[in-house]
């Protein structure tokens, strides 16, 4: 069984997004993840949540990221494969802004 990052992409900004919302439309996407969740079953470790723009941290001074990653979940499964059917017509891609996912396998540390 393998751990996976579930990275959220998309162009808009996920707080304008959101805040841009009826009551009735967050609602209804809420729903999505629910149902998608469900789904899940014991495969979605963790739902994770939204993230706002943060910083880009390097060798050169700190500055505005310009990472698209608007969110993340974490789930297990027996492969790369079987996640990314899990993940297919998932409620994400009803985000506006060009929305994409990206699945990373967690890997061992050598010697821990």
């Not at 998309?10 to 149902?35: R, Y």
């Not at 969740?37 to 014991?42: L, Y």
Request: aromatic share 6%.
């Amino acid at each position: 069984m393998g751990k996976f990052l579930v990275l959220y992409s998309a162009e808009a900004d996920s707080l304008q997004t959101m805040s841009a919302m009826t009551p009735e439309q967050s609602a209804a996407g809420m729903a999505l993840w629910q149902s998608w969740a469900e789904a899940c079953g014991p495969a979605l470790v963790d739902l994770g949540a939204p993230l706002g723009s943060g910083n880009h941290v390097g060798a050169s001074p700190a500055a505005p990221s310009a990472s698209q990653v608007c969110g993340y979940s974490v789930m297990e499964a027996d492969s790369l494969e079987d996640v990314t059917r899990m993940l297919e017509g998932h409620p994400h891609f009803h985000t506006p802004g060009n929305p994409s996912i990206d699945v990373l396998p967690y890997m061992a540390i050598p010697g821990m």
